[in-house]
């Protein structure tokens, strides 16, 4: 039991967002009252979390003066220090007001794109008055519902020389940020650019400084497009660009759900779980997501804990599964390596392509070989429901 | 009328597993009986097409001789040269035969990853011989539906390897092809790597010789995951990676239905041509698609004229939409352009973002500025119908 | 032009939530300010529009006095009359108000059941104050996300309840409504209750009083769980079932997007449109969405117009697929005729089932015979595209 | 672990095409050779098996002589009879052959709908000799891609007429059937006609004998569209039309895969167990679903032993959850019940209405009440998991 208890070594963060979030949806007003961030960095830390994030207006509201910006700082400071939890991650808020309800560094309006410049600035000041290392992206209202207006043929470049400024921005600052940009396919907007953790390793590659920046992958996003969430982590890894992650949950091909992690896709949730500790990520485990609107604040810290808990029965589960016996050896059976052969189709010249287009191959056999991924699926299917 | 008449200039292809399709499904037996490729070619000639693609075994079968390759060859040969076609793009059938069962490249077999391979080169040689310029690689099997089995983890390490060794068989043998990858989200596999447009701009970005590869979006398969295919396709433009065009249609969140061009989406497809003719874009025109299973070669014929008819009625709509002064004047009014904030958002300086920090933004005009994007959507629709 | 012009007699009617909608989002506060009933009825009446429908709540503030409910609806009536609108359509606000956060009349809360009843019957006087003729029930909360709970085992008897008493009080009154149930498959809640047309059908076959209800279908909620809509509405048709009707649009597979008609499936639409006008359905075309949040006021009329706008174009075009002799003869050929065998398949006798079961059919030739649907598909796009 | 093994008390079924399923897909030819149905009989009832399902086409070949159909049916009773195997259900394969390529008994030809019909009663008699007790009737190919060809409009009509006709043969004839109707949302068709479970509600209450018709309901087929499939199946068991049920599993929002019970959605898979136990419903436990394409005949065994199994482990966890004191208890909580407010809103009278209509609620405090799901969300993914 005491094995599924968090703690700060186990890296888990929440966003003020997400144990704050009131309750609000398009069809119904909040349920819950707006929750102080000093009380918010207390309950988290007595429940075992390492960490906190926040968009500047999580935090700052977006009309304070400059002496409440202060208080406010100094108060959350203070909070941090108490209850010894880190700000790891910052981001900022480029969705809410009205100016951005056309998007922000993307907008067909030159005001609003130095806006959010201004803003993303000033918010990466605000981070790093707390010691953020990571910066987070994500472009709530980058996108469009009617492309005849053509922010799709230059919207990438506005966004590319956004970020290629605030990396500049960074370097000159010597805030050691990391830049972690987030994907999301829709909603708010009705098709929001960059849309897969694929479009934004894309388009890192057209970045002048792409060594700065990575993803933040968000389990919900790509699950909202009906792409395997552990697919998509295991392609950010691959490049060496997993930044930062997004845990939460969702069902496929409907509305941000944001749901607990582990809520609703158990397997994926595991092989997500199993690529982070097996892959020597050593980030932060951020849940992105918030309670049920139905909760008062009782159900919040529930969902909060619940996170964590489910994270750490999946990450004893990974390693079951690696002690398997059985699991192990058709896992070993499956792959048939040969490595005389792999040498062939690694480093190319023209004789190893001689010698690959000479040699015989028998099909059939080949097409009959023994896989038993059914059995395999059904060993791990028990390791996850705890019958092995 | 004269206007909508496909011509070569036009630069449409299809495959000849397109209008070659006998209509088998997973439910049932074909109702076509298979098409002689010659018969093909001057068939499709005769409606206006510019010329034919094929993967390897759609030529010659997988277990011709080397007599009967030879024989088929110089048939399709003097085909093409009897209807004056090209074959501008060639590709691999590595997802037909059980032997690809659970992958080809990313195999968990060494014996299946060699021979997808040596397949591919003498696929590669076959296309050299029509003079193809373009080499697609659409990886049919390369996923998984048993994440357990770790295919997952160094898939992408493979099929790398595979792309690295071919370019450089492609310049060791001087055939000057440029590489498409082509994207799919799922079908066959539960989920295929690789899965969108993005994912595979980001998997470029990983390779060797980057230069040689570009994308082949199919704007099914990224529509099949809910994406806006002409959001896709402008990511593409800007990465400047648009290699080669699959165009068909389908409805979202489904199986792959390959439907014929503009039978769903209107809209879209609509943008997509406009985006095709207006970015400079001057390879193929390619239709991968099918007629319905209920359809007799008759059908097929009318499935593939109304590809080309549909293309042609919406590039005269683009051009229709270019020149409407409403529209135009919409646009512009929309794109709030002031050259000097734009000045100080590019290319950084400290003092610039000193100035942007200062500066003061009227958030609340902002936020009420009108864009009138719903009169320009309806506009564009009303275009679309034909009605301006 | 002219014949694209609105007129009462095309019974085009809006909500005031509708044409009222403030912009805000889950991600943004509102981008415009709320609207004055008898403003929305002027400009409406001004457009063309027949009528306006309201929630209670879209009138009447939740906490307004006696004395308030009764002044606004005195200038409301007013404004109807001076403007020559009429309210055909009323129904209940059962989902902004926290006390509905887990459901109104299947809310596991005896309390809450209870007052949604209440309120219901209040909002039935409210609208039969207005002579409304229809009375909708969306169930806006009737769902879970956390199916432990167990009320989606109860939950259909606690609606069916609900309804039946509702219908006795309707009875009771003299009110003469017809109610029309709507449904829709998730968003607010992660799976709502009776999620499409068809549940509702089903739904309604266990009421005691099934003649008095009927389907209210939406255009974009059967289309966010990926269903064809024109199916959805045939089958209400077929059920003598189609009591209301609203019209919008929306891309598959996500949140509700409530775009304006016509701006996304036009085929979809198209057959909607032919479906309403030669169904003989009499009564309102109700367009249930809003503008985009980007619009100012401006726009929402450009909005409101363009619904109506594209209705008119389509059913244009609808006389123009009936009046198409290829079309049409395309059609009668597709159809293959042979009233004997027809009259052996209906109305059973054990003869009828005898001769079907000793004649002989040339399964062969069946699958051979010609069907033309690509053909006949791609006029009906023509003729939406306007080029014949 | 005894307790996870299939017996026949259990009444788990499958069909023969679901375990003989040769693995043939779109892309590829079949990875297994064709089983003969007396072997799969042995092997199933090896396994723990209750009985088998077929198609008429499944036990015999479409171009069967009377002779060969004779010895087919001696031998599988024989077969029968020595593994005390039972055949509960049968049914027509009305989409394999060209024949129906547009549809059977809504297909535009008359013929068809004939041959549709007499086939049908042929596989009737057949299931009878088998003494199959549910007649289960899915429209494989009754659907559309092409609405402009009319059947949407009198497709329903069609199949009413011809569930009707085989109501009265099934009386005729004495079989004592009862018809359990499938639906699917797409594939192989791009819309099937009645899509839903409660699509499929809705058309029952238009037949001449309803109450001989019920529901086969398809775990993946729901799911498909997005849809919770324990919501569909509660749906069912309130209108008292569960009749036959087909498990298995399924991605949302993509092609039919069938994959093994429990293999993707583990919490509905659980609701849908405790559903089907703690209902009544006491017909098959019926695994539609088939072998990953990977496998050899190994893996197939290995398949069908691992949804009996996963079914077993579920039932053990509902079993568990109802014995769960905490979880219980926060049932109990969730519900507040209040028996005489819950007969004020039951059985309609004029006092009632008044009654309610004069209360007093106390909407905040509703808005605020404790409802604690999430927590009991958590506390069931944990009995999920086996760690409670």
Known sequence: MDAYLPKPEHKFTFGLWTVGNPGRDPFG?????????????????????????F??????????????RDRIVADFKKALDDHNMVVPMATTNLFGHPAFKDGAFTSADSRVRAYAL????????????????????WGGREGAE?????????GLKRFRDAINFLCDYNHDQGYGYRFALEP?????????????????????????????????????????????FAHALAQ??????????????????????????????????????????ESGYDGPRHFDAHALRTEDEGGVWSFAAGCMRTYL??????????????????????????????ALGQGYSADKAAKLKSMAFDR???GNRRVDLERLDQLTVEILMGVR
Do not use: C
């Open 146 to 154: 009617v492309d005849a207006g053509g922010v799709m043929n230059d």
């Open 364 to 366: 059939e056999a080949l």
């Open 236 to 277: 950010i890894i691959d490049a060496g660009k997993l930044f930062h992650v997004d845990l939460n949950d969702q069902k496929m091909g409907r509305f941000d759900q944001d749901l607990r992690f582990g809520a609703e896709n158990l397997k994926t949730a595991f092989f997500t779980v199993k690529l982070l500790e």
């Open 55 to 68: 968009h500047d207006n999580d935090l700052v509201p977006i009309d304070a003066s400059t002496a409440e």
């Open 184 to 228: 999301k396919p829709n909603e708010p907007r009705g098709d929001l650019f960059l849309p897969t953790a694929g479009a934004m390793l894309g388009f890192i590659a057209t970045l002048d400084q792409p060594d700065m920046v990575g993803v933040n992958p968000e389990f919900a996003h790509d699950t909202m497009a009906g792409l395997n």
């Open 313 to 342: 029965i999946l990450k004893e589960k990974a390693a079951r599964f690696a002690a398997d016996r059985e699991i192990q050896d058709l896992i070993r059976a499956y792959a048939v390596t040969d490595p005389d052969l792999d």
């Open 29 to 53: 007003e909040p349920t819950r009252a707006r929750m102080d961030p000093v009380h918010i960095v207390k309950k988290l830390s007595d429940l075992g979390a390492w960490g906190v994030n």
């Open 118 to 137: 201004q803003k993303t600035m000033q918010a990466m000041d605000l981070g790093a008055e707390f010691g953020a290392k990571t910066y987070v992206f």
